[in-house]
Nanobody
Framework: VQLQASGGGLVQAGGSLRLSCAAS????????IGWFRQAPGKEREFEAA?????????YYADSVKGRFTISRDGAKNMVYLQMDSLKPEDTAVYYC???????????????WGRGTLVTVSS
């Protein structure tokens, strides 16, 4: 399975962006797709995750709860991250990755694709 994130860009504080994660290959119900971000000089950190077989099992980092929404489209093999009320501190490269449990640890995920840069201006 290969994953590729897209949809990043420059947005003003308070604005919105929707990131997309395209998955090529077969995904199983046991899979979890996670979104992470990495700001310059910082470690990669968990933002959200969703089980592949259900839109009902979603997990969020406390820092993005109420602002970010993760969803999936099984027919298109896509996972989305809708980001609203963006803040300058949300500026980072965003990645999607494949896991088998909804952990927040990036070490538990694999198949990292190339990230997409989100820049939020103040």
């Amino acid at each position: 399975v290969q994953l590729q994130a897209s949809g990043g860009g420059l947005v003003q504080a308070g604005g919105s962006l929707r990131l997309s994660c395209a998955a090529s290959g077969r995904l199983f119900s046991s899979h979890v797709i996670g979104w992470f971000r990495q700001a310059p000089g910082k470690e990669r950190e968990f933002e959200a995750a969703i089980r592949w077989n259900s839109n009902n099992f979603k997990y969020y980092a406390d820092s993005v709860k109420g602002r970010f929404t993760i969803s999936r489209d099984g027919a298109k093999n896509m996972v989305y991250l809708q980001m609203d009320s963006l803040k300058p501190e949300d500026t980072a490269v965003y990645y999607c990755a494949l896991g088998t449990s909804p952990t927040t640890r990036p070490q538990e995920y694999r198949n990292w694709g190339r990230g997409t840069l989100v820049t939020v201006s103040s």
